[in-house]
């Protein structure tokens, strides 16, 4: 049986983490694995810690990710590394805003579509369900703008921009 993959969206109220694990559950799920997400909201209507755990593979039976056994760690505030990072296993993949370059995204509130392309390289989902489950939790008005911002983060992780963050020398 295929290992189940574990990935844990953290940041702040009003950064996207839920609508992130929406889209990454459901891309995941059009791929054809079976998925189990859980969501801890803290004070998240007010700028709060906001973490969401996506578990996905051939059977999986709990929702949330044990701490220390996260294949990814997908943060989309710098502030919440460190308060996450013992969800990180060892040898484990952090993704984080750094990825991108400052003033990259047309659009701020497309970080965590741009931060979600990044972690597509890292799993094992066919580009065309990230595509439509992007497309399904997103308004129509939106597609473009997200296209562009999850063709960036792909393309930053594909320069080796994940393998460069001295974070994931473990």
Do not use: C
């Not at 940041?11 to 839920?18: E, N």
């Not at 066919?126 to 489950?133: G, I, K, L, T, V």
């Not at 008005?141 to 983060?153: E, W, Y």
């Amino acid at each position: 049986m295929e290992k189940v993959k574990n990935i844990v969206i953290a940041g702040l109220g009003g950064q996207g983490v839920l609508t992130a694990s929406d889209m990454l559950a459901e891309a995941a799920f059009r791929a054809g694995f079976d998925v189990k997400k859980s969501e801890l909201h803290g004070m998240s209507q007010r700028g709060g810690s906001v973490s969401s755990d996506v578990r996905y593979g051939e059977q999986v039976l709990s929702p949330m990710v044990p701490a220390g056994e996260a294949d990814v760690l997908l943060v989309l505030e710098a502030t919440q590394i460190e308060i996450n990072r013992p969800m990180l296993r060892a040898g484990g993949v952090l993704i984080d805003p750094s990825l991108l370059s400052e003033g990259a995204l047309k659009n701020k509130k497309s970080l965590n579509v741009a931060l979600l392309g990044a972690v597509s390289t890292v799993l094992d989902i066919p580009q065309e369900h990230w595509m439509a489950a992007i497309y399904a939790n997103l308004a129509e008005k939106l597609h473009k703008v997200n296209d562009q911002a999850f063709a960036l983060g792909r393309e930053a992780a594909l320069k080796g921009a994940i393998a460069k963050h001295p974070l994931n020398r473990v």
